[in-house]
């Protein structure tokens, strides 16, 4: 069974960074595309960025593109999102989740909702 656990989100203020981590468990083997994905308060599911660990093919929404960086650490099982040059808005949960073939290379995608696997999400909170 796939596990996605989320770490390293917190309070900071505009312009810091943050890095979160996702510890993985459960995959086979076969190649995943690995999502990140926001839910600002009042709001949807937002798509951030979206690796394929196949070829580590990342795509970002134009969004945080420039400002985040997505990674992966296959020897530890860990995805990152290295988050520079926070701002207000931000603030969200963001969730780890993971899928065999379902991702976005951009912000028209319809397919957040239909992600295989979820994390439980972790806040980031953008303020002065």
């Known amino acids: 069974e796939?596990?996605?656990?989320?770490?390293?989100?917190?309070?900071?203020?505009?312009?810091?960074?943050?890095?979160?981590?996702?510890?993985?468990?459960?995959?086979?083997?076969?190649?995943?595309?690995?999502?990140?994905?926001?839910?600002?308060?009042?709001?949807?599911?937002?798509?951030?960025?979206s690796l394929y660990t196949g070829d580590d093919t990342i795509y970002y929404s134009d969004f945080v593109k420039g400002r985040f960086t997505s990674s992966v650490d296959s020897a530890k099982n860990t995805l990152y999102l290295q988050m520079n040059n926070l701002k207000p808005e931000d603030t969200a949960v963001y969730y780890c989740t993971a899928d065999p073939t379902?991702?976005?290379?951009?912000?028209?995608?319809?397919?957040?909702?239909?992600?295989?696997?979820?994390?439980?999400?972790t806040q980031v909170t953008v303020s002065s």
């Open 102 to 121: 379902l991702h976005c290379t951009d912000d028209r995608c319809p397919n957040v909702p239909n992600f295989a696997y979820w994390g439980e999400g």
């Open 2 to 49: 796939v596990q996605l656990v989320e770490s390293g989100g917190g309070v900071v203020q505009p312009g810091e960074f943050l890095r979160l981590s996702c510890a993985a468990s459960g995959f086979t083997g076969t190649p995943y595309y690995l999502n990140w994905v926001r839910q600002p308060p009042g709001s949807g599911l937002k798509w951030v960025s």
